[in-house]
């Protein structure tokens, strides 16, 4: 069975860092882009981040723009997810998600495998 874990959540105080990791644990598929999305407290999930493998290309949501970087290691099915200068509104549930076709990277319903999310909270 396919899983895709998710790490390094936490609690980090507003200014802070964290860098979040994601791995599938049996590749058993082809892995087009891999994709974060969070949903905070009383919201929708929204989209954060996306790279595309071959080539690299990378996508990022307005509101973590110039604050996170994505990135991935292939050789390990490994994305992952530098995230600086947090606030309390990136207070949410990171999930982690997989496409093995190409489709749009911002559309949750478009990922195929989805891990069980790491929270991350932000103190003011």
């Known amino acids: 069975q396919v899983q895709l874990v998710e790490s390094g959540g936490g609690l980090v105080q507003a200014g802070g860092s964290l860098r979040l990791s994601c791995a599938a644990s049996r590749r058993t598929f082809s892995i087009v882009t891999m994709g974060w999305f969070r949903q905070g407290p009383g919201k929708e999930r929204e989209f954060v981040a996306a790279?595309?493998?071959?080539?690299?290309?990378?996508y990022y949501g307005d509101s973590v723009k110039d604050r996170f970087t994505i990135s991935s290691d292939t050789a390990k099915n490994s994305m992952y997810l530098q995230m600086n200068s947090l606030t309390p509104e990136d207070t949410a549930v990171y999930y982690c998600?997989?496409?093995?076709?190409?489709?749009?990277?911002?559309?949750?319903?478009?990922?195929?495998?989805w891990g069980q999310g790491t929270q991350v909270t932000v103190s003011s």
């Open positions: 790279i595309r493998w071959t080539p690299v290309r990378k």
């Open positions: 998600a997989v496409q093995t076709s190409v489709r749009s990277v911002v559309t949750e319903t478009d990922y195929d495998y």
